[in-house]
């Protein structure tokens, strides 16, 4: 099992331009999550997904942000336009059972310049 | 929405000392999770474990959920524990809130 996979591993992109993560749970998990970490606020989630479907998106900081997953392989998320001050890691996770935990990704560091 | 506290923020232990990280939380859980940081940045799951005891080798944790409490214990620590301890809870569904973590550097 290659665990959970996100790219790009890092990001630096100017302000306004639209960046694009992407993530692949473990197969067989209906369960995925993005989570942002910064020093200031910590780990934060931002939307997580079963079954394809968004079950709360309450933790996406604003309309610029947004999540798909279109099918259970694979799902983005897209910051559009980008701003200095969304500079962070950006982890995805999977689960099949809350009763195994989460599986992280190793994250995308993005720099907004 | 649900308080999460670690603590010691930070610690600093000799290789071979034991340790105990602890996690309060406001409210009643049905989902704790422990995750170790390492210095790679990578988040590895350490346990489930909403209640009771479970133990992998030199780590262990108790959740004592009717007091809002989890702690987890390092025995004999090794220069490879170093990195940051999380505590993440859930009240309901999925949604599962971290803590600010407890650092932890091991000397050698």
């Known amino acids: 099992d290659a665990g959970v996979i996100q790219s790009p591993r890092h990001e630096v992109t100017e302000m306004g331009q639209e960046v694009t993560l992407r993530c692949k749970p473990i197969?067989?998990?209906?369960?995925l999550f993005w989570y942002r970490q910064t020093m200031m606020r910590g780990l934060e989630l931002l939307i997580y997904f079963n079954n394809n479907v968004p079950i709360d998106d309450s933790g996406m900081p604003e309309d610029r942000f947004s999540a798909k997953m279109p099918n259970a392989s694979f799902s983005t998320l897209k910051i559009q336009p980008s701003e200095p001050r969304d500079s962070a890691v950006y982890f995805c996770?999977?689960?099949?059972?809350?009763?195994?935990?989460?599986?992280f990704g190793s994250g995308t560091r993005l720099t907004v310049v | 929405g649900i308080q999460v506290e670690q603590s010691p923020p930070d610690l600093i232990l000799q290789e071979g000392a034991n340790s105990t990280l602890r996690c309060n939380f406001s409210d009643s859980v049905n989902n704790l999770q422990w995750f170790h940081q390492n210095p790679w940045g990578q988040l590895i799951n350490l346990f489930y474990?909403?209640?009771g005891t479970k133990q992998n080798g030199r780590l262990s944790a108790t959740t004592v959920a009717t007091e809002r409490y989890s702690l987890l214990y390092i025995s004999s620590s090794q220069t490879t524990d170093s990195g940051v301890y999380f505590c993440?809870?859930?009240?309901?569904?999925?949604?599962?809130?971290f803590g600010a973590g407890t650092r932890l550097f091991v000397k050698a």
């Open positions: 996770a999977s689960t099949g059972s809350i009763a195994y935990g989460y599986t």
């Open positions: 197969s067989g998990h209906d369960y």
């Open positions: 993440a809870v859930g009240t309901g569904g999925f949604k599962t809130i």
């Open positions: 474990i909403p209640s």
